[in-house]
């Protein structure tokens, strides 16, 4: 197994569950094109220079639904030019060295103590000290828009814009990544259940949201309302294990313990959206991901079928307006460096 650089005792813990396991790393290499292509597939394609002449890069990556939590180094000083991330936002802690980062029109010098959060639509720049190492979670932006749109009672009308410098050992965040940390490494099965992951994910968005100052922070403070009742949380996690099955307003009903009428005003308070709108997008976001992860999908009818959508025109209408490019566009995209 590889070595990292020796980190704060503080981190250890953290750092574990991605290094004890090999089959969670993605890569361990000294070619500077091997890299570029190994990150894009996991984040996005970008322009990668390096400073020097020596290169050591590795990356473990373990996937939790719409949000992962990754390790990257680079060994080697490299400037990164990814552009706008587009389609999700990364959260980065050094654990060791510094990143000098470019987010729009601010500007910070990660460190240890300092992470970054990067905002999706903003135009991004970085470079990484030569001992820079850090811890990643990655978060797709259709399910942080989805989560903050059922706490606001609408879909925002401008993009999220956070604040880019966290300081994340001081506050909650540092606890969630460790709780992230935990259940990798000692509860691995449960952090890939279904149900799990629903809860994981809204965990992690959630924390985001109310933690870093953001530019709808107000805004959600003003519309907050009161955790959703048991039905509907019961109805969210089956929809999450089950989203390939053939569901009806009935059967979800029946899986609640309502009637149609309470579960419909139940979603349309504290999700801003039917039951049956909540399960496209949990399929959607289902159909990007196989689309971006899975090496044995071979055509975009294949994804669209695997998780229920049989008309296949409109569901790319529905997948174009989700993600702002047809899935074809997607699927050409899977792995490109």
Same mark, same amino acid.
């Given at each position: 197994?590889?070595?990292m650089p020796?980190?704060a =005792?503080?981190?250890?813990?953290?750092?574990?569950a991605?290094l004890?396991?090999?089959?969670?790393?993605?890569?361990d290499?000294d070619d500077l094109?091997?890299?570029?292509?190994?990150v894009?597939?996991?984040f996005k394609?970008?322009?990668l220079?390096?400073?020097g002449n020596?290169l050591?890069a590795?990356?473990h990556h373990?996937?939790l639904?719409?949000v992962s939590f990754?390790?990257?180094?680079y060994g080697?000083d490299v400037?990164?030019?990814?552009?706008?991330?587009g389609?999700?936002?990364?959260?980065?802690?050094?654990?060791?060295?510094q990143a000098?980062?470019?987010?729009?029109g601010?500007?910070i010098?990660?460190?240890?103590e300092?992470?970054?959060?990067?905002?999706p639509s903003?135009g991004l720049?970085?470079?990484?000290?030569?001992d820079?190492?850090?811890?990643?979670v990655r978060i797709?932006r259709?399910a942080?828009?989805?989560?903050?749109?059922a706490?606001?009672?609408?879909?925002?009308?401008?993009?999220?814009?956070?604040?880019l410098?966290?300081?994340w050992?001081?506050?909650?965040?540092?606890s969630?990544?460790?709780?992230?940390?935990?259940?990798?490494?000692?509860? =691995?099965?449960?952090?890939?259940h279904?149900?799990?992951l629903?809860?994981?994910?809204q965990?992690?968005i959630g924390t985001l949201l109310?933690?870093? #100052?953001h530019?709808?922070t107000d805004?959600?403070r003003q519309?907050?309302?009161?955790?959703?009742?048991?039905?509907v949380k019961v109805?969210?996690?089956y929809i999450?294990a089950h989203?390939?099955?053939?569901?009806?307003p009935?059967l979800?009903?029946?899986?609640?313990?309502v009637?149609l009428?309470?579960?419909?005003a139940g979603?349309r308070e504290h999700?801003?959206l039917s039951?049956?709108a909540?399960?496209r997008?949990?399929?959607l976001?289902?159909?990007r991901?196989?689309?971006l992860?899975d090496w044995r999908l071979?055509?975009v009818?294949?994804?669209?079928?695997r998780?229920g959508?049989?008309?296949?025109?409109?569901?790319?209408a529905?997948?174009?307006?989700?993600f702002?490019e047809c #899935?074809?566009?997607?699927?050409r995209?899977r792995?490109?460096g």
């Open positions: 197994m590889l070595q020796p980190t =005792p503080a981190m250890a813990p953290l750092a574990g991605l004890h396991d090999t089959a969670r790393q993605v890569f290499s094109d091997a890299t570029r292509a190994a894009g597939a996991v394609p970008h322009r220079t390096l400073h020596t050591h590795r990356m373990a996937p639904g719409a990754n390790r990257l180094a080697g400037t990164i030019d990814p552009g706008p991330l389609d999700f936002l990364l959260v980065q802690m050094p654990v060791a060295g000098d980062i470019h987010c729009g601010q500007h010098l990660s460190d240890p300092l992470a970054s959060v990067l905002t903003e720049r970085m470079r990484w000290s030569a820079c190492d850090q811890l990643i797709e259709s942080l828009e989805r989560v903050c749109a706490y606001l009672g609408r879909r925002p009308n401008q993009p999220l814009r956070f604040q410098g966290m300081a050992r001081r506050a909650g965040w540092q969630l990544v460790q709780y992230l940390a935990d259940m990798l490494d000692h509860a =691995p099965e449960a952090a890939s279904p149900m799990t629903c809860q994981l994910e965990l992690v109310t933690f870093q #100052p530019s709808l805004a959600l519309h907050g309302k009161p955790l959703a009742p048991r039905h109805v969210e996690e999450h989203a390939e099955a053939a569901l009806t009935a979800l009903a029946e899986v609640a313990g009637s009428r309470s579960l419909y979603f999700r801003g039951p049956m909540y399960l997008t949990v399929r976001e289902r159909v991901h196989d689309l992860n071979s055509s009818t294949e994804a669209a079928l998780w959508f049989a008309h296949l025109g409109r569901f790319s529905e997948y174009r307006r989700a702002g #899935p074809a566009q997607t699927l995209r792995g490109q």
